[in-house]
């Protein structure tokens, strides 16, 4: 059942409008501890759909990460992952999530993995993943209890 509820939720992401993509990814990153007040303004579209900004991870913003969040449905390459490094340097920045409702490939994977900059790659499925850990366009549905016998129960009652 999570499967299919994922794959229903990467379906709405990836043709989602900007505005409605730019949200789950907002409320994500709040979910995940970014800086509130600061989050949402600071995000700009590009003309292939894409959205990015900086983001402080506390209230003073002494630590920010930059993000790219985009809609894909092929592979993200190693090319895209360089750019991406490059716009860290350019905004003086050292950490990077960039996410993508598609995958990458195994260059990009591993040139994140070894880039001097602390890079995290989120594809689709991390993506589903992680905005149901956080309950972001998701609702519980259903809660069912399970309950087993207490044994303590008994022994406290005689003892």
Do not use: W
Not at 60 to 73: E, M, P, Y
Not at 119 to 148: F, P, Q, S, W, Y
């Amino acid at each position: 059942m999570n499967d299919t509820l994922r794959e229903k939720l990467l379906d709405l992401v990836s043709g989602a409008g900007p505005a409605s993509f730019e949200k789950p990814i907002t409320d994500l990153m709040l979910g995940l501890g970014y800086e509130t007040d600061k989050l949402c303004a600071n995000f700009k579209r590009t003309v292939d759909g894409e959205i990015e900004g900086d983001k402080s991870q506390d209230s003073l913003g002494s630590d920010v990460i930059h993000l790219r969040a985009r809609k894909n449905s092929v592979r993200v390459g190693v090319e895209k992952i360089r750019e991406f490094a490059g716009a860290l340097d350019e905004r003086g920045t050292t950490k990077g999530v960039f996410i993508t409702t598609g995958e990458f490939d195994e260059e990009a994977v591993s040139h994140a993995q070894n880039s001097s900059k602390r890079l995290v790659l989120i594809d689709g499925d991390e993506l589903t993943r992680l905005l149901v850990k956080h309950g972001v366009a998701v609702r519980c549905h259903r809660t069912i209890e399970l309950v087993k016998i207490d044994a303590d129960y008994f022994d406290e009652a005689d003892g």
